[in-house]
């Protein structure tokens, strides 16, 4: 299986703001749709956004709209996933995974080990 890796979480205030990456090496991302979901403990996992192959369509969940965004550079192999206006229910662990489109319904074909997000004062 090929990995992605996610980088940028850390601890931020509420009201703040992060970046997170997510990249890949060995293979290209463009081939792929990328989605960012999230894991906190003891909650289901929450899907968060999704981008498609052209970066042409996003999508994301009504808990994060307006506040994240999702974008590719598909020069740099890289997608990230602007968060702003932290709020603490946002602490979680962040994944990003490869499929072939955005669907709940497409498989996930590659992923990475996360990066913590940490909203606190």
């Known amino acids: 299986q090929l990995q992605l890796v996610e980088s940028g979480g850390g601890l931020v205030q509420p009201g703040g703001s992060l970046r997170l990456s997510c990249s890949a090496s060995?293979?290209?991302?463009?081939?792929?749709?990328i989605d960012w979901f999230r894991q906190a403990p003891g909650k289901e996992h929450e899907e968060v956004s999704c981008?498609?192959?052209?970066?042409?369509?996003?999508n994301y969940a009504g808990s994060v709209k307006g506040r994240f965004t999702i974008s590719r550079d598909n020069a740099k192999n890289t997608i990230y996933l602007q968060m702003n206006s932290l709020k603490p229910e946002d602490t979680a662990i962040y994944y990003c995974a490869a499929k072939d489109y955005c669907s709940d319904y497409a498989p996930t074909l590659h992923w990475g080990q996360g990066t913590q997000v940490t909203v606190s004062s």
């Open positions: 981008i498609s192959v052209g970066g042409g369509s996003t």
């Open positions: 060995g293979f290209t991302l463009d081939l792929f749709a």
